[in-house]
């Protein structure tokens, strides 16, 4: 079969020198939209992943925080608990005393003696820089030597086998003052028990706003 060839006049060849100007006005035309392409969608990624790890950090942050306090709470509830009963069957405070006109006395460390006639102690140790504020316990050695008061000094009458009753990894005892012994005339001491506890040291320097600390009052008269 013959082929029909089909005349071409001069008119529709491309001009020769606007050639190279063609295939660099495509190539041109091509990667310039290809780069903006690339830009808009990398924005549009930047933004979506600045959004969600925002979320992501509250979410986990929000998280971390709520467990913290509720650590607080179930530690310091035990605490006040163990402590209440104690107060509450002792025989006598032994200090702070109140003395009169007095009518109450405070301090970090409380000191009772037990119906069978032994001391039990409680010490607030204040936080530093790197450790946890914590409330100790142990049994001072009654001495004849001693005054009362003397076991209210930790320098005097050091701890001996104290254990801490608080967490001293997950959270810190913050307060100032600890204890408030009430004495009326012809009355049984009260006992007032204030402590706030808050994340441990290494949790405050986790986070950078401030977190929120939980407050223990009670008040506990001996029977």
């Known amino acids: 079969m013959n082929k029909i060839k089909l005349p071409i006049s001069n008119d529709q060849l491309p001009n020769p020198k606007n050639v190279g100007h063609l295939i660099f006005d495509i ?3 091509q990667s310039g939209f290809t780069l903006i392409e690339a830009m808009v969608t990398l924005v549009i990624v930047g933004v979506i992943g600045l959004i969600l790890t925002g979320i992501l ?3 986990f942050n929000g ?3 709520t467990q913290l306090i509720g650590n607080i709470k179930q530690n310091g509830q035990v605490v006040f608990n163990k402590m209440e009963n104690s107060i509450k069957f002792a025989q006598g405070v032994v200090c702070p005393m109140v003395v009169s006109p007095a009518t109450s006395q405070s301090g970090q460390v ?3 003696q037990d119906k069978d006639g032994n001391l039990l102690r409680y010490s607030y140790i204040s936080p530093t820089s790197t450790t946890n504020g914590k409330i100790l316990q142990d049994a001072p050695t009654i001495t004849s030597s001693l005054v009362a008061s003397d076991y209210c000094n ?3 009458v050091p701890l001996t ?3 801490s009753l608080t967490d001293t990894t997950n959270i810190s005892v913050i307060n100032t003052t600890i204890f408030t012994v009430y004495q009326n005339s012809g009355a049984k001491p009260i006992v007032d028990i204030n402590m706030d506890m808050g994340p441990s040291i ?3 320097n986790v986070f950078s706003e401030q977190l929120p600390t939980v407050n223990f009052k009670t008040k506990v008269q001996l029977k």
């Open 202 to 204: 290494t949790a405050k």
């Open 110 to 112: 409380l000191v009772i």
């Open 154 to 156: 930790l320098t005097t």
């Open 63 to 65: 998280g971390v925080k």
């Open 161 to 163: 086998n104290a254990i």
């Open 57 to 59: 950090s509250n979410g």
């Open 27 to 29: 190539g041109h035309s």
